[in-house]
């Protein structure tokens, strides 16, 4: 495990020359030559990384999935993650692209230092990593060049705020990408809401739900290979409501339909549903349908 808490250390690891900068550096990825015997590398990461590749004919896990940036990926990687690279010979041409690599110490005294974490992507996985036009493509290299010539030039008292400024630039377009991603990559999007509406429909089926609790969201999410963080994001496009939400109107429909075809008490409803204590669900119920459950029986009868 390379432990990456520096530029200076990224730099050393990709076999390039010092950086120029000690808190922000955009690497060219065609001079990246990872100095290591084995193939397998790991970096747990100390730094941001923004990264636009093609032509990478190794592998990338970041995460449960892999990334393939045959389509001119671009990744973001947070400080604290482990990223898992497979280093291949590459026999044709060389790999290209830029790597963004910004210390959280550059931040600080900023308003990005707060802002940033509202990024979500920085905790996709990589299964919904950002893919790019030939148009977004080039305005996001673009945006990176003004980055580094920024840094090129003598750094005086407005270095920080141009960069700062140009970066969250960067992150913004990046944002605005991702949303059309998820409108776009309709199959692929769509495909993970059926797999929800199955783990959910296993789930509320099962006999040991008394036992299991209520399903949550980290769980549900685990289980489709994506964050917490983006499977909000998608059925928030896709549904309106986020992934407790979610959960909680399949609950309300359950609840319905034990209440309306079946004698079981209000007790014994919540507790086939999960919940430890009936009074939580009689608040849930009345939240989402503005009756109480016992008001919703007896308008059956």
Known sequence: MHHINTISDYHQLAGLPKPEHPLVSLVDYSLVDYQVESKELSILQGNYSIALKRGVQGKMRYGQQPYDFDEGLMAFVAPGQVINITVENQPHEKPTGWILIINPD????????????????????????????????KLMVEVMMKIRDEYHSNIDKFSQNIIISQIEVLLNYAERFYQRQFITRKISNHEILGRLE???????????????GLPDVQGIADQLNVSPNYLSSLLKVLTGQNTQQHIHERLIEMAKEKLSTTQLSVSEIAFSLGFEHSQSFSRLFKKKTKLSPLQFRQSFN
């Not at 990005?112 to 036009?133: C, D, N, P, T």
């Open 198 to 212: 199955t783990l959910l429909n296993e789930y509320f089926a099962s006999d040991d739900l008394p036992i299991q």
């Open 106 to 137: 550059f931040l600080w005294g900023t308003s990005l230092a707060r802002k940033i974490k509202k990024y979500e992507f920085f905790g996709y996985q990589v299964s919904e990593a950002l893919f790019l036009s030939e148009k977004e493509e």
